[in-house]
Every structure is written in C-alpha cells, then in structure tokens.
C-alpha cells in the first residue's frame, strides 16, 4: 500500500492513485509553467485538465517576490507560508508536484517545497501526460473551492538557494561546481537568449549539462544513468551549484542530483537572468577545461 509517511522523492502514477485513496494527508498541486514565447498559461491549463483535486502551485505570478524585476524568484518566509496555508497545506501534509509537460517545472516546485522546509514532498514522474496515459481519471470540471487554510509554517533552509555573491567565489573555487542547465548553444553562446538585453555565454568555471539530456519520455533517467552523468561533471562529496535561464530547469538538474546521492546542492535563483543582464559579472565563451 502507498503511504505518505514512507514517500520517495520521484513517485509514479500508480504510487500517487494508490495514494490519494488511502492518505488524507496527501495534497497534489500543479507546478506547470511555460515560456512566455509559447503563449501557454499554467493556470488556465490546470482550470481546463487536471489531476482530481489538486491545486495550482503559481510559483511565477503569487509564490514568488514580487519586489524583483527577476522572474519567479523565491519568496521570503512570511509570503510563502500564508500562500501555502492558502492551498490548504498543513504541518502535517505530504505534497506531491507534477506539471502538463512531463518533469520541467514541477522540480522547481519540489525545489521550493523543500527550502522552506517542507521535506515530505515529492515529485510526480511523467506529470499529467504519464497520468492520462495510465488511463487515469481527468478533471475538466470548474475547479474546487479552496479547501479551509492550512497550518504549515516555513522554515528557510538558505543552504538550498544560493545568490550572484556565492556563485562569483564558486567561479573560482576548487570546493564547488557550477552545472548550467541550459542548452550548449546558449551555454557557449551561439544562440541568443530567449529573454532580451542578455549576454550569451556563461560563468567562468561552469559545466554545461542541458537539463533534458536527465528525461526521457517526460520522465527521469533511471538513477544509474543520472549518476553517469553528474559524476562525469563532480565527485557526490563536491557542492553543486545549478543554474539556468531563471532557476527553473536548474531545478532539474539540482532534483537529478538529489536521486543520484549528491548531499550539498544548491540552485542559483538569480540563474542567467540576473548575472547575463548588465557587465558587471564575469562572462566567458570558451570551451570548458
């Protein structure tokens, strides 16, 4: 029998079907985001199909800091913790992610999730797509009235996200590997930005690993394969610092790293959107040595 109390951090469909009969305790929310240049809205998706019952984590427009110019980034505390209680999240709740495209955005979610304390959480492998092809249940219906608020209280572990400061030393540290998520092409810039008025290329020091290269199918590598990539970039015992275009897919890369061991890793919040914008932080194009 699934149980919330004993939840591993990637689950599959039949895990959560099973789950969601037998655990009252276990909340779904939707983490999808897209792009702005696909002109998909999350939200309006997960109002259209979702998983029976679950609610919509908007981590770019109400779960993030809405004093930056920076997309999504993450919230203080207090925001965080009255948006949760607002999904109806408690101490006591298990919180399980999944997005419309398979494992993209709801990592970042996971991500969250965990930083601000809430460990008992884990992420659906295959999202929606996996969940509608195992032949399960779709709601299309106007969504459910928000259930009464919850109780949960965050507690910021900072060690998770790290800032443009820490990332400068890692640039120059023996200690700390920087893993970009993003495509070589961008990585090495040989393809412009996908957000205006950004440089191309990358920190010095960092390794590219394009976060798609870790899915199959909308759905993670098997560990042993995760593993093979990562160790080829940083021995378990090194700190990782993950970044991308705006800390989303990052989060790819830091939840990959998590399954294959790896203890100390980070994800750059600020991600390329911070440190490409303006001249004051290094950049470079060369190949990685």
């Known amino acids: 029998m699934s149980s919330a109390n004993t939840m591993p951090p990637l689950v599959s469909v039949q895990w959560l079907a099973e789950a969601m009969q037998a655990d009252p305790r276990l909340v779904v929310l939707d983490a999808s985001w897209h792009m702005p240049a696909t002109q998909r809205d999350g939200e309006q998706e997960w109002r259209q199909a979702r998983i029976p019952g679950a609610r919509f984590f908007d981590f770019d427009r109400r779960i993030c800091d809405r004093d930056t110019a920076l997309p999504h980034m993450m919230p203080d505390a207090a925001l965080f913790t009255s948006e949760l209680q607002r999904l109806g999240i408690g101490r006591d709740s298990a919180v399980v992610v999944y997005d419309s495209i398979g494992v993209q955005t709801s990592p970042r979610a996971w991500w969250m999730l965990q930083a601000m304390g809430l460990t008992n959480s884990a992420v659906l492998n295959g999202g929606l797509p996996a969940w509608q092809a195992a032949g399960h249940a779709i709601a299309t219906a106007e969504p459910e009235a928000m259930p009464e608020d919850g109780d949960f209280v965050a507690c910021f572990r900072p060690t998770r996200i790290s800032d443009w400061r820490e990332v400068l030393l890692a640039t120059t540290s023996a200690d700390t590997r920087i893993v970009d998520a993003r495509s070589a092409d961008r990585f090495y810039g040989r393809a412009p930005e996908p957000r205006p008025g950004l440089r191309g290329g990358h920190m010095p020091g960092a390794h590219n690993l394009p976060f798609d290269t870790l899915i199959a199918n909308g759905h993670f590598r098997p560990r042993a394969e995760l593993e093979t990539a990562l160790l080829a970039l940083a021995p378990r ?31 750059y919040d600020g991600s390329w959107a911070e440190w490409g914008a303006g001249d004051s932080l290094p950049v470079t194009t060369a190949p990685v040595r």
């Open 237 to 267: 015992e090194m700190r990782l610092i993950a970044s991308c275009g705006s800390g989303v897919t990052a989060c790819v890369v830091a939840f990959a790293a998590h399954l294959a061991g790896y203890k100390d890793v980070s994800v």
